[in-house]
């Protein structure tokens, strides 16, 4: 046979047998070079992760005194937020201004539900401070008013017909 021929086939024989076994292998490496990177950048997020964590403690502790009065003025039970919304609430509907508003400690009811106190004080004209009870008695939320102190607001020219309103009453919460 022809050298040439040899080597022709040779090289044919060595290209099918490169098709054969080392294209799948190098398809093989490709993807665990591909999953390499993501690992990589896995790695490079929890790392970036763990020095914010770290530097959040870091924050904490330069701030702690800070946080620690932020914490006082904080209501300490989360269910008292829905209280002070709705009277807002139902205040600046009717044009009422809600001067204070005092939550007690929740005691328990004699069911399935607390009892928590509540002391408001509101200044409004009677008008709005009916429209202001009717707010809360159509309210999701169960209002027992037992008290209502009214006093007329003083101007130098003699009395005006706004009104000074102490509320206290309870409302009433599943435990």
Do not use: C
Request: aromatic share 10%; net charge neutral.
């Amino acid at each position: 046979m022809n050298k040439r021929l040899i080597t022709a086939i040779l090289f044919a024989i060595e290209g099918v047998l490169f098709f054969a076994f080392g294209l799948p292998q190098y398809r093989e490496l490709r993807g665990a070079w591909a999953s390499r990177e993501a690992r990589e950048t896995l790695l490079q997020d929890t790392k970036i992760a763990q020095r914010s964590v770290v530097d959040l403690g870091n924050q904490y502790t330069a701030n702690e005194s800070t946080i620690a009065r932020v914490l006082l003025a904080l209501p300490k039970q989360k269910q008292y937020d829905y209280l002070t919304e709705s009277f807002q609430a139902a205040a600046r509907d009717h044009g009422m201004e809600l001067s204070s508003l005092g939550i007690g400690e929740a005691q328990k009811g004699k069911g399935d539900y607390q009892v928590i106190p509540l002391k408001a004080e509101l200044s409004g004209n009677y008008p709005s401070f009916l429209a202001f009870l009717d707010t809360l008695e159509r309210s999701l939320r169960l209002y027992d008013i037992t008290k209502i102190d009214i006093t007329e607001q003083e101007v130098s020219g003699g009395f005006s017909n706004r009104l000074t309103i102490m509320i206290q009453g309870n409302a009433y919460s599943l435990k």
